[in-house]
């Protein structure tokens, strides 16, 4: 483009000598050097603006590197936060799943102990002439107490008439066959 404008000046400049060397008039050689000089001026206005659009093109396109690079890095910073969060995702997984058994653990063992009071206790209460009478506690499961009377839990569901084995209330009463 600068190339252009130095050529195109230059052609001026020319065809002013020229001009005023066929040309006799006074007054029309300092016309044509006004045009020349206006001509110039105008030639170096145009060279300023294209140096302002070609340094304002430099900055615009450093800027769309500064970009690029900051959403290049932005995408790299989500897959880290992304590969954490799945890390995390599957260590909280594997501890809830740890919960649970600890949990059935839990239950497991405090139904053995509930059964062994119940045994002992049921020992000690209302004794019908062909069983007991036990009052369900909180918590308590049917296998709980019929494993504390040892006796199976199908006794204790046929003898109480109960239609779901797997439901019984705190407050129950319950006949316990020997």
């Keep these: 483009m600068r190339s252009y404008v130095l050529v195109f000046s230059a052609m001026l400049l020319v065809l002013g000598i020229a001009g005023c060397s066929s ?3 006074s007054s029309a050689m300092m016309q044509q050097r006004e045009d020349l ?3 110039r001026e105008d030639v170096t206005q145009l060279y300023g603006r294209v140096e302002g659009v070609e340094i304002e093109y430099q900055r615009l396109q450093n800027e769309i590197n500064s970009i690029q690079t900051a959403v290049s890095q932005t995408k790299n910073q989500n897959a880290a936060v992304k590969q954490r969060l799945d890390k995390l995702e599957g260590r909280t997984q594997k ?3 740890e919960r649970i058994k600890d949990q059935q653990k839990i239950v497991d063992k405090l ?4 059964a062994d009071m119940f045994n002992e206790s049921g020992r000690q209460g209302a004794r019908n002439t ?3 009478e036990h009052i369900v506690q909180e918590g308590e499961t049917l296998s709980a107490i019929a494993a504390a009377y040892k006796v199976k839990a199908s006794v204790i569901v046929e003898a109480n008439n109960l239609k779901n084995a797997d439901f019984v209330k705190k407050g129950q009463k319950l006949f316990i066959p020997k």
């Design 23 to 25: 040309v006799n008039n």
């Design 37 to 39: 000089l206006l001509l």
């Design 95 to 97: 501890l809830n799943a």
């Design 111 to 114: 139904s053995i102990k509930i």
């Design 130 to 132: 062909e069983g007991y």
